[in-house]
């Protein structure tokens, strides 16, 4: 997941992307419900309005293909 985040960040100079270390943010983790890893959580306004998790909604693989 890091390097397609890594890729997006640099073709969308905008939008803030954070990576945090799960096992070093339990208050996160807990807050915003995080069960599964990788899991990416997308905010609007400081809002979750949508959330990533594993593959799945990728389809399933880390080889997916990105379109910018």
């Not at 996160?28 to 309005?49: D, E, R, S």
């Amino acid at each position: 997941m890091d390097k397609h985040l890594k890729a997006l960040a640099s073709k969308h100079l905008d939008t803030k992307f954070i990576k945090l270390d799960a096992e070093n943010a339990p208050f996160f983790v807990t807050k915003l419900a995080v069960k599964t890893l990788p899991c990416v959580l997308i905010f609007k306004k400081g809002i979750a309005v949508d959330r990533l998790v594993r593959f799945q909604d990728l389809g399933g693989k880390d080889d997916f293909v990105i379109r910018t």
